[in-house]
């Protein structure tokens, strides 16, 4: 099972910048997909992005033209840049590996990381 470590949470003012990083404890190549999800206090984990192993890319309508998600595959990380924040975009992040339509379904994934928290101040 791959073990993802994220990092590069904060405390930013709306309009800000934010990146995250997701380290792999083996090569990313060695997985269908990882994913970038969010929870919010009260909400259900959502999910904000995901990429394969060959570089195919969705996002959450809320997060699109202001999230990026990458994969360096020199530093073994999937990087989420986070642009143009919002007060809605508080929560704490999670990455998880996943594959296929349970990429989608983050409540059917399991053996979640300790995420790392986002605070966007209005």
């Known amino acids: 099972q791959v073990q993802l470590v994220e990092s590069g949470g904060g405390f930013v003012q709306a309009g800000g910048s934010l990146r995250l990083s997701c380290a792999a404890t083996r090569s990313l190549f060695s997985f269908y997909a990882v994913g970038w999800y969010r929870q919010a206090p009260g909400k259900q984990r959502e999910l904000v992005a995901t990429?394969?192993?060959?570089?195919?890319?969705n996002y959450a309508d809320s997060v699109k033209g202001r999230f990026t998600i990458s994969r360096d595959i020199a530093a073994n990380t999937i990087d989420l840049q986070m642009n143009s924040l919002k007060p809605d975009d508080t929560a704490v992040y999670y990455c998880?590996?996943?594959?296929?339509?349970?990429?989608?379904?983050?409540?059917?994934?399991?053996?979640w990381g300790q995420g790392t928290q986002v605070t966007v101040s209005s």
């Open positions: 998880k590996d996943c594959s296929g339509y349970d990429c989608f379904r983050p409540a059917v994934l399991e053996n």
């Open positions: 990429i394969t192993s060959n570089d195919i890319i």
